[in-house]
C-alpha cells in the first residue's frame, strides 16, 4: 500500500511553490533546473535541505522499529525524504485506516481516517508516497478546526496565492536566484517581493479549488470534519490575492450576526477593461480591483496597501497610475492599511466611510453583534502560516 501523507502535511505540500520542489528532489538533468543552478551548487543545497530536515536524519534504530509498525509508512517517508525537504521539520501526517495503527513516532504521525476516499483525492508524488487532495486535507483539518480557520484555508486554496515558510537553505538559494533574476515563474506560480527585492513568503499562483470542486466534494464527503468544511465554505472568499484581502473580505462581508459588516456583494480581484484614454494613461489593458463593489456607473475598489506580518508591502508609480486609470473608468478608490484593518475603531471609521461609498446604510451592531465582531476579528486576525497548525 502507498504511503498516504494528508492532513496538515498535505495542506503544507500544497502550499509549496514547484519550484522548490525542483531544486529538492529534480531531475538533475531538468532543463530549467541546469540553467538556473550548477551541479555544485544543487548538490550543497540538497545536503543542507537534508540536514534541516531533521527529524529524518533521525530515522534509525528504535525510531526505524517504531516506523515499520506502521507497515513501512515511517520507512517510505525516510526513503522519499528529498520529495518532503521543502518545509517539514516535524513529524509527517500519514493516513491510516485502523485506531490500532496510531503508533506516532519522530517521523510519522498517523490520522485515522476509516471512511471512504473519494474519487479523486489521491495524487503520486514519487516512490511509494501519495498525497491527499487540497480540499481532503482541509476536511481533515476541519475535524479539529472553528468554521473561521477552515474558511481561511479554503480562502487560500481558492485564491491565487500561497504563503510559504522554506526552510533556511532554500530560503537562501530562492533569494539569490531573485537577486539575480534568474528565479523563473514556474507551473504558473511567481514570487512575490518587496520594495527591495526581498521574497516575503507571498506566491502568486493559479487557484488550487475551485467553487465547484468543493461542492462535489461536499456532495460526496464522508461526516468526519464536514460539517465545519461546509460552515467554512459559507464565508470563504473566492479571487483573493493576498492573506490580507481573504482577512479584509470576510470582516467585510460576513452578516452582522457573525460578526462582519455585511456587505455582501464584495468581489475580489474584479477585472476592469479600460478605455482608450484610461489605457493610455497607465499602460495597461485593465486593471484588477483588490476589494470591489460594483454600481450602475463603476464602482468602489478598496485597494489593500500593506500586508499583515512580514509579506510585506510593495507600491510603485504604477499605482497611483493604475488609481488614476479606474477613476477614469468611474471606479472610486480607496486605500486600507493593515493597520486600519487590524485596529477595532480604526476599521470601524473606514466601515462606516466604506458603507457611505458604496450606498448602503452602516449597520449600527447590537450588543449581540458586537460580541460576534470581537470573536470573528480574534478568528481572522491571525498569523498566516500557521493556520494549519489546529
Same mark, same amino acid.
Given at each position: 500500500?502507498?504511503?498516504?501523507?494528508?492532513?496538515?502535511?498535505?495542506?503544507?505540500?500544497?502550499?509549496?511553490?514547484?519550484?522548490?520542489?525542483?531544486?529538492?528532489?529534480?531531475?538533475?538533468?531538468?532543463?530549467?533546473?541546469?540553467?538556473?543552478?550548477?551541479?555544485?551548487?544543487?548538490?550543497?543545497?540538497?545536503?543542507?535541505?537534508?540536514?534541516?530536515?531533521?527529524?529524518?536524519?533521525?530515522?534509525?534504530?528504535?525510531?526505524?522499529?517504531?516506523?515499520?509498525?506502521?507497515?513501512?509508512?515511517?520507512?517510505?517517508?525516510?526513503?522519499?525524504?528529498?520529495?518532503?525537504?521543502?518545509?517539514?521539520?516535524?513529524?509527517?501526517?500519514?493516513?491510516?485506516?485502523?485506531?490500532?495503527?496510531?503508533?506516532?513516532? !519522530?517521523?510519522?504521525?498517523?490520522?485515522?481516517?476509516?471512511?471512504?476516499?473519494?474519487?479523486?483525492?489521491?495524487?503520486?508524488?514519487?516512490?511509494?508516497?501519495?498525497?491527499?487532495?487540497?480540499?481532503?486535507?482541509?476536511?481533515?483539518?476541519?475535524?479539529?478546526?472553528?468554521?473561521?480557520?477552515?474558511?481561511?484555508?479554503?480562502?487560500?486554496?481558492?485564491?491565487?496565492?500561497?504563503?510559504?515558510?522554506?526552510?533556511?537553505?532554500?530560503?537562501?538559494?530562492?533569494?539569490?536566484?531573485?537577486?539575480?533574476?534568474?528565479?523563473?515563474?514556474?507551473?504558473?506560480?511567481?514570487?512575490?517581493?518587496?520594495?527591495?527585492?526581498?521574497?516575503?513568503?507571498?506566491?502568486?499562483?493559479? #487557484?488550487?479549488?475551485?467553487?465547484?470542486?468543493?461542492?462535489?466534494?461536499? !456532495?460526496?464527503?464522508?461526516?468526519?470534519?464536514?460539517?465545519?468544511?461546509?460552515?467554512?465554505?459559507?464565508?470563504?472568499?473566492?479571487?483573493?490575492?493576498? #492573506?490580507?484581502?481573504?482577512?479584509?473580505?470576510?470582516?467585510?462581508?460576513?452578516?452582522?450576526?457573525?460578526?462582519?459588516?455585511?456587505?455582501?456583494?464584495?468581489?475580489?480581484?474584479?477585472?476592469?477593461?479600460?478605455?482608450?484614454?484610461?489605457?493610455?494613461?497607465?499602460?495597461?489593458?485593465?486593471?484588477?480591483?483588490?476589494?470591489?463593489?460594483?454600481?450602475?456607473? !463603476?464602482?468602489?475598489?478598496?485597494?489593500?496597501?500593506?500586508?499583515?506580518?512580514?509579506?510585506?508591502?510593495?507600491?510603485?508609480?504604477?499605482?497611483?497610475?493604475?488609481?488614476?486609470?479606474?477613476?477614469?473608468?468611474?471606479?472610486?478608490?480607496?486605500?486600507?492599511?493593515?493597520?486600519?484593518?487590524?485596529?477595532?475603531?480604526?476599521?470601524?471609521?473606514?466601515?462606516?466611510?466604506?458603507?457611505?461609498?458604496?450606498?448602503?446604510?452602516?449597520?449600527?451592531?447590537?450588543?449581540?453583534?458586537?460580541?460576534?465582531?470581537?470573536?470573528?476579528?480574534?478568528?481572522?486576525?491571525?498569523?498566516?502560516?500557521?493556520?494549519?497548525?489546529?
Amino acid at each position: 500500500m502507498e504511503t498516504i501523507i494528508c492532513d496538515r502535511s498535505a495542506f503544507l505540500y500544497w502550499r509549496t511553490p514547484p519550484i522548490a520542489r525542483l531544486l529538492a528532489s529534480g531531475p538533475e538533468d531538468d532543463p530549467l533546473l541546469r540553467h538556473i543552478m550548477d551541479a555544485d551548487g544543487l548538490g550543497r543545497l540538497r545536503l543542507e535541505l537534508r540536514a534541516a530536515s531533521s527529524p529524518f536524519d533521525r530515522a534509525s534504530g528504535s525510531d526505524r522499529r517504531r516506523t515499520a509498525r506502521l507497515g513501512g509508512a515511517g520507512l517510505s517517508v525516510v526513503e522519499s525524504s528529498e520529495l518532503l525537504a521543502t518545509g517539514f521539520s516535524g513529524p509527517v501526517d500519514v493516513l491510516v485506516r485502523d485506531v490500532a495503527d496510531r503508533r506516532p513516532s !519522530g517521523i510519522v504521525r498517523p490520522r485515522v481516517w476509516s471512511g471512504e476516499l473519494p474519487a479523486g483525492s489521491l495524487w503520486h508524488i514519487g516512490g511509494g508516497v501519495d498525497v491527499v487532495s487540497p480540499v481532503l486535507a482541509v476536511q481533515q483539518m476541519a475535524a479539529r478546526a472553528t468554521p473561521e480557520r477552515v474558511a481561511l484555508m479554503l480562502s487560500e486554496l481558492m485564491g491565487g496565492f500561497s504563503v510559504y515558510d522554506s526552510p533556511e537553505p532554500l530560503a537562501s538559494a530562492l533569494q539569490a536566484l531573485a537577486d539575480g533574476g534568474r528565479l523563473p515563474t514556474y507551473c504558473g506560480w511567481r514570487a512575490a517581493c518587496d520594495n527591495e527585492g526581498r521574497l516575503t513568503g507571498l506566491w502568486l499562483r493559479p #487557484p488550487l479549488l475551485s467553487v465547484a470542486a468543493l461542492r462535489e466534494h461536499l !456532495g460526496h464527503a464522508s461526516a468526519r470534519g464536514r460539517a465545519n468544511l461546509a460552515a467554512g465554505a459559507r464565508i470563504a472568499r473566492v479571487g483573493a490575492a493576498s #492573506p490580507f484581502e481573504v482577512q479584509a473580505g470576510v470582516l467585510f462581508a460576513s452578516a452582522p450576526r457573525r460578526g462582519g459588516e455585511g456587505y455582501a456583494s464584495l468581489e475580489h480581484n474584479r477585472r476592469v477593461a479600460l478605455s482608450a484614454a484610461a489605457r493610455r494613461a497607465c499602460g495597461q489593458w485593465s486593471c484588477y480591483c483588490d476589494l470591489f463593489w460594483g454600481g450602475a456607473d !463603476g464602482g468602489v475598489d478598496v485597494e489593500c496597501q500593506s500586508s499583515s506580518h512580514h509579506f510585506g508591502a510593495r507600491s510603485s508609480a504604477g499605482d497611483a497610475d493604475r488609481a488614476t486609470a479606474l477613476q477614469m473608468m468611474g471606479v472610486e478608490v480607496i486605500q486600507l492599511t493593515y493597520a486600519q484593518l487590524a485596529n477595532a475603531r480604526r476599521f470601524e471609521t473606514f466601515s462606516r466611510f466604506l458603507a457611505e461609498k458604496i450606498g448602503v446604510t452602516y449597520h449600527e451592531k447590537t450588543a449581540r453583534e458586537r460580541m460576534e465582531q470581537h470573536r470573528l476579528r480574534a478568528e481572522v486576525l491571525v498569523d498566516w502560516e500557521g493556520l494549519p497548525d489546529v
